[in-house]
């Protein structure tokens, strides 16, 4: 293909991993397929109510745009607009949202890492966006930079239960915001072949990641608008506002037929009601009404509605993650999203400081939320520390050993229930003495029976301290390493990559995105 001319494949990885030799033998690329029944803690009325919550909250209160030509927009369309306040009639808005589709698809530059977003595909991203870092060799707590950057996103690349390039892994702030972007998607697109993220944070920002995109695939415009190569995922801004930048952004990648993830924050307690059915209905009246208006733009554009509604510390006001009210929440957002008929993201997340086992069970619980709620796309799901603030190589490799196990947790063979499954025969040749370790039914089936860990320590107390004692975190650090020691970035068709590099030193000599510093 027209990627792999004048770069040769495989690379010191390949080779390990024909050896056996790889820093860790992992699962095959796939897309996981969530073969379970959602969660629905929602009765049918409840579902009602919480989509009335909404739905007046759109009505009668109104939502903020700070956005002149969403406003402008939103006019046209017939809503009722008052200054910067818009109030949208039901009606309109579950009409908008009826356009949008269901499932549809993002293709990378490598179009083997295509991803489908939406039916019951289960997709997992990284973390994105933390200011700071954290590693064990360093120990403490950093301002994020390129370097760092570049070796998560190495990560990103490596683990193949990794399906989508989020925001900035850590953001490189030692890098001038005016050209940061630049620098990022050049690491993202050189090092990675995985679906792109875009920040909506100014015109120029998303103009140049959508140009970029454009040239590492080697499409024309047309090519590139002929489907979703890209996405963004913007927040809004609790309690009930959209900013301008982030409605901004999401119009130029919806006139191009990029996709648009929305995602309120509503922190219950905090951004949003304390109870979390009123945070939920907050929350989805807040994505409903942007989606309704890139709708009303380009109807048909892709479009997916994301959760990010938890709870405070009452005692602190600090953010909370992982808590059975978080699980709620996004269960009940699943839930919701089937009722609209769209495609849903949430969060692998915890509000731990370190990669410890407070990291752990939080994440844990935030990730079988998203499993339980039927969620499409799993932003954060490695990596992430101290809500949001802070990423972890370590944390990285520890979540993609618990994201494995989902994956591996989906397959339908393990609830296969055929003859060879049965296993009569095989229950009859041990019958009521012996083992079933030497028969012929196990030793054909021995080497994928089960899930086998690469992190995970199985050994009994004596044989782990003879080995030295290690934690498991240090066990992360040292496959963190042996990884970044091994890895070989994806093809890149020279040309491509040489095109690539002078539109990069081309905006930075024009100066990049405006700041005010």
Not at 146 to 167: D, P, V
Not at 235 to 264: E, F, W
């Amino acid at each position: 293909m027209a990627r792999d001319k004048g770069r040769r494949g495989g690379g010191r990885a390949g080779a390990a991993a024909r050896r056996g030799t790889a820093a860790l033998q992992q699962m095959p690329w796939r897309i996981p397929q969530n073969i379970d029944r959602p969660i629905e803690p929602l009765t049918e009325e409840g579902v009602a109510a919480i989509h009335d919550g909404a739905m007046r909250i759109l009505e009668e209160i109104g939502i903020v745009f700070l956005n002149p030509e969403a406003l402008e927009i939103l006019k046209q369309a017939g809503c009722r607009v008052e200054g910067d306040l818009v109030r949208m009639d039901r009606a309109f808005v579950m009409e908008m949202v009826g356009k949008a589709p269901d499932q549809f698809t993002i293709t990378p530059r490598n179009p083997d890492r295509t991803i489908p977003i939406g039916g019951n595909n289960l997709l997992f991203g990284n973390v994105s966006s933390p200011p700071n870092y954290w590693d064990l060799d360093l120990g403490k707590k950093v301002a994020g930079n390129r370097e760092q950057c570049r070796n998560l996103l190495k990560l990103t690349q490596y683990f193949n239960c990794i399906h989508f390039a989020g925001g900035y892994p850590v953001e490189p702030v030692d890098i001038h915001a005016s050209v940061r972007h630049l620098d990022v998607l050049y690491d993202k697109l050189t090092l990675t072949d995985k679906a792109m993220h875009a920040y909506s944070l100014g015109k120029e920002r998303v103009e140049d990641v959508m140009e970029m995109v454009r040239i590492a695939g080697g499409l024309t415009d047309e090519e590139f608008e002929a489907t979703p190569r890209m996405y963004t995922n913007i927040n809004s801004t609790s309690p009930l506002k959209h900013d301008y930048p982030m409605i901004d952004g999401c119009l130029r990648l919806v006139r191009r037929g990029q996709a648009v993830v929305v995602t309120p924050f509503t922190l219950a307690g905090a951004m949003a009601p304390v109870t979390m059915a009123g945070a939920v209905a907050q929350s989805l009246a807040e994505a409903l009404c942007a989606i309704a208006l890139f709708q009303y733009v380009r109807p048909g554009t892709p479009c997916a509605i994301g959760t990010f509604t938890s709870n405070v510390d009452m005692k602190s006001g600090a953010p909370a993650f992982g808590t059975p009210e978080y699980m709620r929440a996004t269960q009940m957002t699943g839930q919701m999203a089937r009722h609209y008929g769209l495609p849903m993201r949430s969060s692998g997340v915890c509000a731990a400081n370190v990669p410890d086992g407070q990291a752990m069970w939080e994440t844990s619980n935030s990730l079988w939320a998203a499993v339980q709620s039927g969620t499409n796309m799993v932003y954060h799901a490695a990596g992430w520390l101290e809500g949001g603030l802070i990423a972890s190589p370590e944390k990285f490799i520890m979540d993609c050993e618990v994201l494995q196990q989902l994956q591996r947790y989906m397959q339908p063979e393990i609830c296969a229930t055929g003859p060879d499954e049965i296993a009569f025969d095989a229950v009859r040749e041990v019958g009521n003495e012996g083992h079933f370790f030497g028969i012929q039914h196990t030793q054909d089936r021995y080497a994928t029976a089960f899930y086998q860990p690469y992190l995970s320590d199985w050994r009994n107390y004596e044989a782990w301290e003879a080995a030295g004692a290690v934690w498991t975190p240090e066990r992360a650090n040292k496959i963190y390493k042996d990884i970044l020691q091994e890895f070989t970035p994806p093809p890149l068709d020279d040309a491509l990559h040489e095109e690539l590099k002078d539109f990069v030193a081309r905006r930075k000599s024009e100066g990049g995105a405006p700041t005010d510093f």
